[in-house]
């Protein structure tokens, strides 16, 4: 059993206030950089997790286990093989939001409250996951949008997973105040 990592992440999100703030996720990537927007608006428990695990390094050096072209790209298994977590699960926050190229959202079991740590990216427009997982976030950017996409397009083997290591070298948060 993985250790727990929810004191940590909700001490990093002590001060998070979406009221008063936007927030950014970036991963630093061996592809390029992502940015993501987030969605609070619509899945707040999320985007929370999302950025208290990025906030204490959860992420950092862990590999993308999982591509399917023109489907998704999945991370944050510690593991690296899809099956692990940061100890704790949260509860699912479907919502209307249609998952399309650059939608981030929650990766889960058949357990819709399952979610943890892993995410995907979608590479393309995935009706059939819409109001089943709880998309919460964005690419900011084409750039970020084109990142993804290359990582969409590598070389997989078994389990879908890429033959060369594709890896989050580091995650950040950026807060910036909402205009008056």
């Avoid at 998070?16 to 992502?34: L, S």
């Avoid at 950092?60 to 999982?66: A, E, L, P, S």
Wanted: glycine share 10%.
């Amino acid at each position: 059993m993985p250790a727990n990592r929810r004191s940590e992440v909700d001490a990093a999100v002590a001060d998070v206030d979406f009221d008063a703030n936007e927030y950014q996720v970036e991963f630093d990537t061996t592809k390029g950089k992502i940015r993501l927007n987030l969605w609070p608006d619509v899945a707040p428990g999320h985007c929370k997790n999302l950025i208290g695990l990025a906030s204490i390094g959860f992420y950092d050096g862990i590999i993308v286990h999982r591509v399917i072209p023109n489907f998704v790209m999945q991370v944050g298994c510690p593991e690296g093989n899809g099956t692990g977590g940061p100890g704790y699960t949260i509860d699912a926050e479907f919502n209307e939001r249609e998952h399309e190229a650059g939608v981030l959202s929650m990766a889960r079991t058949s357990d819709p409250n399952s979610a943890g740590s892993q995410f995907f990216i979608c590479l393309d427009r995935v009706p059939h996951l819409d109001r089943q997982y709880t998309a919460f976030g964005q690419t900011a950017d084409d750039d970020s949008l084109q990142v993804v996409l290359s990582i969409g397009s590598v070389k997989t083997g078994a389990g879908d997973r890429p033959v060369e290591d594709v890896s989050i070298n580091s995650a950040s948060v950026t807060a910036t105040p909402k205009s008056a």
